[in-house]
């Protein structure tokens, strides 16, 4: 098997391996604003009186400009009921992810989530890697939308002149990512194992390291 098959297999399986069977539970009441501002979207929180909610409190005004831009030049903001109150309970999140010329959003996967992402403006080169390392990818125009399946590696990147910017939406309030490269890299996993698997040398494993986790501290 060549070192090419290998990671992708490695890669793959990295995701399949994370799905799990349960969903978010279906909410008992119309909805549940915290009592107070919750500090991550798996914390949970007392509802207050569904007579003290107001207009507000189901509107978000975060995502009318883009975030702070990566070096790479990429920009997002997830939001979900730890910086929107409206969604607990409701078994949803979203993201704004926003992209200069040429920038990439690297391959990566949701755990407990099924994304749909809608280009809002200009031009990206998206799509997902199934369980048969069969790739599912083309370039999205404005105003289309992509589905990525729960679990499968994802990868968008502007392939356009100018920036471009799209809308995720999450089936889970709490969808977890997990970027291949920093999951490979940057966790930590032996030296040893990750020259195996992808047929490097220990010196580049340690550059790869170094990329992808500035704060290791790792010898060739």
């Given at each position: 098997m060549s070192p090419k098959t290998t990671i992708v297999l490695l890669l793959q399986g990295l995701s399949l391996f994370s799905l799990v069977?349960?969903?978010d539970p279906d909410p008992v009441q119309d909805f549940c604003i915290p009592t107070k501002h919750a500090t991550a979207a798996t914390t949970i929180h007392p509802c207050k009186d569904a007579a003290e909610a107001t207009?507000?409190?189901f509107v978000f005004s975060g995502m009318k400009t883009p975030g702070n831009f990566s070096e790479t030049g990429f920009a997002s903001i997830p939001v979900n009921p730890a910086t929107f109150p409206g969604l607990n309970t409701m078994g949803m999140s979203f993201?704004?992810?926003d992209f200069k010329p040429g920038a990439i959003n690297p391959p990566h996967f949701h755990p407990r989530a099924t994304e749909i992402a809608h280009v809002v403006e200009g031009r990206l080169y998206a799509g997902f890697v199934d369980s048969n390392n069969k790739v599912f990818a083309r370039v999205l125009e404005k105003g289309e939308v992509m589905v990525f399946p729960r679990g499968l590696m994802h990868f968008q990147m502007n392939v356009g002149e100018?920036?471009?910017t799209i809308f995720g939406s999450f089936n889970s309030q709490n969808p977890g990512s997990q970027r291949i490269?920093?999951?490979?890299?940057g966790s930590g996993i032996d030296n040893s194992l990750l020259e195996k698997a992808f047929g490097l040398s220990s010196k580049e494993i340690v550059m790869m390291r170094r990329k992808f986790d500035p704060k290791a501290t790792v010898k060739p």
């Open positions: 069977l349960a969903s207009a507000g409190d993201v704004r992810a100018v920036p471009a490269p920093s999951a490979v890299f």
